[in-house]
């Protein structure tokens, strides 16, 4: 055990041992999060922060266990990864879990229940060009036992705030962006200049490459001027 929350009559003392030396004092108040992690992230951003499921995989054997990812949504960024597996002997926590489909923090509010919180390990690294910051841990309360792995992408999100999540939400636009235009057909492609001219000399469509439609049609246009000339 890596944590240590203390309190008396006078005072209240929350020891974090084992973490990395450059831990931020936002990154401390994120790793001692006690099943409100979404609350805290949501107060940070001050944006609603939203629970995606990866997957669930469950188990109806007695004592009830799920396997479970999600992910911590914030502007259409993943601000969090966590990976649980939780037990379950409770039926009121079955129900509320299970049925009602309560994420694991909001579970624990629902039925009133602070957990007992164990963090396990800390671990800071760098992954694809990105700090990342992830924490194991358990919570824990009478018929409901979760065993955590929450994994923060990238800890400048602790650091700039808003402006990390606008400058991530403008990449991906502009990623989506460049794919869009990768992935047009060459005879859509706009064109800068006046209408093109095709080999022959008749012009196509204003600001489009020539298609072959544009081709087969102005040849059966030719060919039947020539036949009324003929004709006359």
């Given amino acids: 055990m890596i944590s240590k929350d203390s309190f008396n009559s006078a005072s209240t003392h929350v020891e974090l041992s084992c973490i990395p030396e450059d831990t931020t004092g936002l990154e401390r108040i994120m790793l001692a999060a006690q099943g409100d992690l979404q609350r805290l992230m949501s107060s940070f951003f001050s944006r609603p922060i939203f629970i995606e499921l990866a997957y669930a995989n469950g188990s109806p054997r007695h004592p009830v266990t799920q396997s479970r990812q999600v992910h911590l949504v914030c502007a259409s960024r993943i601000v969090c990864t966590a990976t649980s597996k939780v037990t379950i002997t409770n039926p009121d926590f079955e129900r509320v879990f299970l049925d009602e489909k ?11 229940r602070h957990p007992q919180f164990t963090l396990l390990d800390v671990q800071a690294q760098v992954v694809g060009g990105k700090r990342e910051l992830r924490r194991t841990y358990t919570l824990e309360t009478d018929g409901f036992l979760c065993e955590i792995l929450e994994v923060f992408p990238d800890r400048d999100m602790f650091v700039r705030g808003e402006a990390w999540l606008t400058e991530s939400k403008l990449e991906l636009e502009q990623s989506h962006t460049v794919k869009s235009q990768d992935t047009k057909p060459w005879w859509l492609s706009v064109g800068k200049g006046k209408g093109n001219t095709l080999p022959w000399g ?4 204003y600001g489009l490459e020539p298609s ?3 081709y087969y049609h102005d040849i059966w246009f030719v060919s039947l001027y020539l036949l009324l000339l003929y004709l006359i």
């Fill in 102 to 112: 309560y994420p694991i923090g909001q579970t624990f509010r629902k039925m009133m």
């Fill in 202 to 205: 008749f012009a196509c469509t």
């Fill in 212 to 214: 072959p439609l544009v």
